[in-house]
């Protein structure tokens, strides 16, 4: 490897070889100009992600999860982190994109001013509440449920690789 190349980040030189493999198309199915491209880059992108994967589980491998601190972290904002959510389900609501997003932006300074948990004032706001219901704010608001299907995901993976 040279030196230039043994600088980059490992996920950049992924992202090169795996655009040296799109460039070099076939014409034919008798052009066997790409061979050794493939026989060169197909090989060393493994040995990449297989090093990427064994320094992950060196860094994750003895990683202690307390989920009740995690939850703590993340009452921190008083919900602010979730205006995401709620800004996307008002643009798509009616409301509209530029509208929703300023509208949370207010929101999130009244919070940050007052201290106030930004789920009330979401229950409390008049145009807010034209759009959602409590139990869809308090949806929106719940983190379990912007989780989606990332528990299935992970356990189907966990699964096939037999843990």
Known sequence: MSG???KKPPCDLIGGKAATILRSTWFDERDHRRMPIESSVIPT???FVSGMLQKA???YGKLIVNPDRMLENLNLLKGLNLSET???ALASRGLGRYT???LMREIAQSVMESGKEFRDLLKNHEIVRRYLSEAEIDEYLDFQSNLGILQAQI???LSE???
Do not use: C, L
């Open 4 to 6: 230039a190349s043994a």
């Open 45 to 47: 992108t493994f040995i």
């Open 57 to 59: 589980m060196f860094i």
């Open 86 to 88: 709620v800004a996307t």
């Open 100 to 102: 929703a997003y300023g």
């Open 155 to 157: 356990d189907s993976t």
């Open 161 to 163: 690789i037999g843990r």
